[in-house]
């Protein structure tokens, strides 16, 4: 049996509410902060890492 892998985000702001990607699949809502010598946090429920930065887009 294998564990997924918990998600990444990157984000454009460093305190932000996490509640799991809603109610039915969701957890409780958790606020976080990033602190700026890490430069990201993990959410204590689902384990979802959250990055500080700008989102990288794919020429097209």
Do not use: S
């Amino acid at each position: 049996m294998t564990t997924p892998v918990p998600e990444t985000k990157i984000i454009g702001k460093k305190k932000f509410a996490c509640d799991g990607g809603g109610p039915a699949a969701g957890h409780p809502r958790v606020w976080l902060t990033i602190p700026d010598d890490q430069g990201w946090v993990e959410c204590p429920y689902c384990d979802t890492r959250y990055v500080y930065g700008e989102e990288i887009r794919e020429a097209g």
